[in-house]
């Protein structure tokens, strides 16, 4: 068995931001115009009427002062509200595969490697583009990876996790010397961008971690536990995929025409209860998985938590610690980069972890849709 360490990750970000206050406006004129398109209905009192949002409603649920698209202008649109990516051939690189392998070749040189010293390339993610062919195949291609393989797994907001403890056993077993883990989520594709409640959520990225076995170079995070766990909730869903369309049908038995998505074939969540269930979930996680490898409060330097709601960070932060906890114990990127689904917890570990010394300890915790959730623990390696 040859233990595997995180050698390096890698980033990319969207060049197109969307502040609070311009999503706000768009979602205000798109109210102000589902009222009046409805007002007799509702002055009838059939249909309620839509809410406005705002900047500081949005800032005080969530702690997001912005966030990353592909593209911006079909957000923004009131028309529209929705990314517009047009169709590509078969012959042009997928969209989720091309962020993908931005990610992957920042990783690559961050850590002084090339392709052809990867042998496999796992995509964990929460938003795949299609059914098959499977991404990670497509982004081993493209990166030029002639012998080796590559899957696609779907955890949610905890791919990630899942997808390092995956990429650790395989190294360990031998059937690899290093491993791409890819985590690109265009997040914007499935969001309801007109509902108050959660318009404001996500935002698109791609991040990469490059794993390999522990004898083949220095520095990076040497993995000292891996846990993984799963209960299942319909508090956090998505119900879009193939079997729609044969749901789908009008009186006389054909096939309804094309259009929007229904409302729960997109993002939805309960997100009360899902704060009240996941804290304690995780907060407990990962405290039985400290003691379980001997760790106490006063041995961890950091969190690096997936990035959902700073409050519910927050709360976790202090459970763990036994204190206030923030800031440097438990780095947030969601006022920048807002709910990036699996590569929240990896964005905030790429950005906030190169200031530990060798020995410092830390854990990456995912957790979400399932409910899913991963700990993995890391020590900083001297090189």
Known sequence: MTAAVIRSTGLWTPEESITNAELVDSFNAYVERYNQANASEIEAGDIEPLSPSSVEFIEKASGIKARYVVNKSGVLDVERMTPQLPQRPNEDISVLAEIGVKACRDALARAGRTAADVDAVIVAASNMQRGYPA??????????????????????????????????????????????VVNPEICSGHLNWRDRDSHFIFGDVATAILLEREDLGEGGWKIIGTKLKTKFSNNI????????????????????????????????????????????MVSDMIRGHMAELGLS?????????????????????????????????????????ANTSSAGSIIAFHKHSDDLNAGDKGVICSFGAGYSAGTVFVEKLQG
């Open 135 to 180: 991404m990670a195949i497509e982004i081993q291609d493209a990166l030029g990876i002639e012998d080796g393989f590559g899957y696609d797994m779907n955890v949610a907001c905890s791919s990630a996790t899942f997808g390092i403890q995956a990429a650790a056993d395989q190294i360990a077993a031998g059937h690899a010397r290093a491993i791409l």
């Open 237 to 280: 869903r998505n119900n879009f995929g193939f079997l729609n369309r044969t749901e789908r049908v009008t009186g006389d038995n054909k096939p309804a025409p094309n259009g929007a998505p229904d409302d729960d074939k997109l993002f939805v969540q309960e997100g009360r209860k899902v704060f009240k269930e996941v804290v304690p």
């Open 297 to 337: 409060a006063d041995d961890m330097r950091r969190v690096w938590l997936h990035q959902a709601n700073i409050n519910m960070n927050l709360m976790i932060a202090k459970k763990v610690f036994g204190r206030d906890a923030g800031g440097e114990d438990a780095p947030t990127i969601l006022d920048e980069y």
